[in-house]
């Protein structure tokens, strides 16, 4: 059974970087047709995606956040990972990492980190 | 960027009851549509795929229909565990930009 988790810190000041690892057990995170990509939730609202990756290192990312966001892969850890830069108070969120099916469908999903942003 | 909006933004229902969430998209996306399940304090769970395909595991109970821009996701007869919210999400184009609903939370009556 595949599963994801999220780590890194639950607090970040603004104008720093956020940082979160997704650690992905029960498979290999270079299998062919396995994708993978970060969603957050800011509290009490919707989901916003923020971008995806493939092992080999292909990436796309929401043009909103797309200035500020870089995702990368770490085959020898099985890991994947998000750095969004110069956050404000509007970043913070509960922040999910998932595979993508083909690339296209959220089918297996962390359980989110909290990420506050304040000084 | 493709919008997606959701109605009613809640519903309040009895177990037993037949549920039916509607999702629209201001462009088509044909059938590259899913939705997922987040229950309270829990993430998401992908319910269908590709408009109406029950993702596995998920009960019969769910059905989803529709393609361009109308889709519909029925819940057959509420069960306790089905209060929750229920978000649609498209994953047209290739690579996808995907976004979602603003969600539709269905609560006990």
């Known amino acids: 059974q595949l599963q994801l988790q999220e780590s890194g810190p639950g607090l970040v000041k603004p104008s720093e970087t956020l940082s979160l690892t997704c650690t992905v057990s029960?498979?290999?995170?270079?299998?062919?047709?396995?994708?993978w990509g970060w969603i957050r939730q800011p509290p009490g609202k919707g989901l916003e995606w923020i971008g995806s990756?493939?092992?080999?290192?292909?990436?796309w990312y929401n043009l909103s956040l797309k200035s500020r966001v870089t995702i990368s892969v770490d085959m020898s850890k099985n890991q994947f990972a998000l750095k969004l830069s110069s956050v404000t108070a509007a970043d913070t969120a509960l922040y999910y990492c998932a595979k993508l099916g083909d690339g296209r469908l959220f089918d297996y999903w962390g359980q989110g980190t909290l990420v506050i942003v304040s000084s | 960027e493709i919008v997606m909006t959701q109605s009613p933004v809640t519903l309040s229902v009895s177990p037993g009851e037949r549920v039916t969430l509607s999702c629209r998209a201001s462009q088509s996306v044909g059938s590259n549509l899913a939705w997922h399940q987040q229950r309270a304090g829990q993430a998401p769970r992908l319910l269908i795929y590709?408009?109406?395909t029950r993702a596995a595991g998920v009960p019969v109970r769910f059905s989803g229909s529709g393609s361009g821009t109308e889709f519909t996701l029925t819940i057959s007869s509420l069960q306790s565990e089905d209060f929750a919210v229920y978000y649609c999400?498209?994953?047209?184009?290739?690579?996808?930009?995907?976004?979602f609903g603003p969600g539709t939370k269905v609560d006990i009556k």
């Open positions: 999400q498209q994953y047209d184009d290739w690579p996808p930009a995907f976004t």
């Open positions: 590709g408009a109406s």
């Open positions: 029960g498979g290999s995170i270079s299998r062919a047709n396995y994708y």
């Open positions: 990756i493939y092992y080999s290192g292909y990436t």
